[in-house]
């Protein structure tokens, strides 16, 4: 029976956990197939973006749960399949654990949602990372 450190066990079970809730992530291992980094991946927080009536309507998926800042009213906790209706320009920011999303909704040149997401590894060792990506509607 091969013995694994504590680190890593602990870099394993949230990997497992967050694919439980979902949550994307890359993994990059190194030689000794040693977890070395953990970086959010081009994932969306919403089960459906759609347009209607000039707006970016965006709804959650079901999980996980999201502390929900938007246009200046205090921060909140999501309900599960939560609608946003977005004008164009404005901007959200979804936070829980280790991920944030700060989401701007645009209609032109192209309908949807772009996000930087923000993935802080510093707690398991490793670094904080960025990626912007842009979420077509459909």
Do not use: C
């Amino acid at each position: 029976m091969k013995i694994i450190s504590s680190k890593r066990a602990w870099l394993i079970s949230i990997i497992f956990l967050s694919l439980a809730l979902g949550i994307t992530t890359a993994r990059y291992f190194n030689s000794n197939k040693d977890i070395v980094s953990i970086i959010p991946t081009k994932r969306s927080p919403f089960h459906s973006i759609e347009v209607r009536n000039g707006m970016i309507v965006a709804t959650l998926h079901p999980r996980p749960t999201w502390l929900i800042s938007e246009g200046g009213l205090e921060p909140r906790h999501s309900k599960p399949e939560e609608s946003f209706t977005l004008h164009p320009g404005s901007v959200i920011r979804l936070s829980e654990k280790h991920s944030s999303y700060e989401i701007t909704a645009q209609i032109t040149p192209e309908a949807g949602l772009t996000v930087n997401a923000t993935f802080d590894g510093r707690s398991l060792g490793d670094d904080v990372a960025k990626i912007t990506y842009f979420i077509p509607a459909k």
